[in-house]
């Protein structure tokens, strides 16, 4: 018997994270090429799940997500956005941001339906509005001077544009929504139903005093849209995978309809312990301290390349590093990035696994402790001298 088992994503294999992490675990390469911190995360937080295990949490959370949980995150959207969130009938706790961002394109995307993505862009995004039957318009998010393209985005969107997807800080390139982007946005949108999903998982990770920017912030926006945002990243808990959305009510319900037959409820043990943890004063510590410690981290990987051919502009928030090797190499970072994976023992991201950069780039993740840097920067030194022109 023959099944039909034809793609619905023929275009799609492998991930670029997947292949570069099984690569540097095969030539026992330094990896900074998938987003994960290998941090610990704070000791009061394990403490925290160990002990919901011991205390007999095991069974499902509610659908939505726990009550004390969502409490906390609509008090951070208030202090940090000034942006009220009902907890019962505008928040939901999922399986990561991502399951959350699978859910709303699912919940509204329909067949034809335009859908604007700024490139290059998280991977999740394409394959979640093609699986949803919509067209996706992709505008370049930076101009040629590295800032972002507010022209391109407008032109792009129609009145019947069903839904723009925004990121920031941003993801794989390190940049930020400057501050006015969202007025213009508002102003444009201005009586079209044009829905936002703003993906702000590195929210608060914003570096040389870089203004934070949230949807949730902006009056004329925050009823078009939903903010996302992951544990995962404020915790050094990319594995629990424990993410939330905020948005008005009608969003909200709609999104739910997909995520309680998707997800339905996640991680009812690590919920608790995030419940418990972020409000105490190691929580609340640890979430003032994490924008300094990244840009520490940050700061350290650049010193360490100082006075070799990598160019960069230091990443405004995230933490994701993009490094220019135009001085090293004439083009296809991606056959570099593998190369250098074998020979020189790091692992990166190419740039143009994203998109077409004017200019070979990778992508690194200095979201790690100094030995595994400084260690990387070693190896990025001796890839640079080995390519000195
Ligand atoms: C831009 C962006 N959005 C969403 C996610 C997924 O977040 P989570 O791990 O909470 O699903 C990531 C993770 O790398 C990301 O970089």
């Not at 294999?13 to 026992?28: R, S």
């Not at 959207?77 to 928040?91: F, N, S, T």
């Not at 997807?165 to 444009?188: K, M, Q, R, S």
């Amino acid at each position: 018997m023959t099944v039909d088992a034809q793609s619905k994503l023929p275009r799609l294999g492998t991930t670029i994270f997947t292949e570069m992490t099984a690569l540097a675990q095969q030539h026992g390469a330094i990896n900074i090429s998938q987003g994960f911190p290998d941090i610990l995360p704070p000791q009061g937080l394990v403490d925290a799940a160990i002990r919901a295990l011991q205390n007999g949490v095991h069974q499902y959370a509610p659908m939505a997500g726990r009550m004390d949980l969502r409490d906390w995150i609509c008090r951070h959207h208030a202090q940090r956005h000034g942006a009220q969130y009902d907890p019962v009938r505008e928040c939901t706790i999922g399986a990561g941001a991502s399951s959350l961002l699978f859910a709303a394109i699912q919940a509204f995307v329909r067949t034809g339906d335009q859908v604007v993505i700024q490139t290059p862009a998280y991977d999740l995004y394409s394959p979640a509005v093609t699986l949803a039957g919509g067209q996706i318009t992709e505008v370049p998010l930076l101009t040629a001077d590295g800032t972002w393209h507010l022209d391109a985005l407008l032109d792009a969107i129609h009145p019947d544009t069903k839904l723009v997807i925004l990121n920031t800080p941003h993801n794989p390139t390190g940049t930020v929504c400057p501050p006015g982007f969202l007025d213009a946005l508002a102003e444009h949108l201005e009586g079209n139903k044009t829905l936002i999903l703003s993906d702000e998982v590195y929210g608060p990770i914003v570096h040389d005093g870089t203004d934070e920017v949230s949807l949730a912030q902006h009056p004329a926006l925050r009823d078009r849209g939903i903010t996302f945002g992951s544990f995962g990243k404020l915790l050094q808990v990319t594995g629990w995978k424990i993410g939330w959305a905020a948005g008005p009510p009608s969003l909200t319900a709609e999104l739910r309809k997909v995520h309680q037959y998707d997800v339905f409820s996640t991680g009812a043990p690590l919920q608790a312990a995030l419940a418990n943890f972020l409000p105490t004063k190691e929580g609340k510590d640890h979430l003032d301290g994490l924008p300094k410690m990244y840009q520490r981290k940050r700061d350290r990987l650049l010193a360490g390349l100082k006075g070799t051919s990598w160019k960069w502009t230091p990443a405004a928030g995230g933490f994701f590093q993009v490094l220019d090797a135009r001085n090293l190499i004439d083009g296809n970072d991606g056959h570099w990035a593998r190369e250098w994976t074998r020979t020189h023992g790091v692992a990166t991201i190419p740039m143009s696994a994203f998109y077409t950069p004017h200019t070979p780039q990778l992508r690194v993740c200095f979201a790690k402790e100094n030995a595994t840097l400084d260690a990387a920067i070693e190896r990025l030194r001796h890839i640079a001298s080995d390519h000195a022109h």
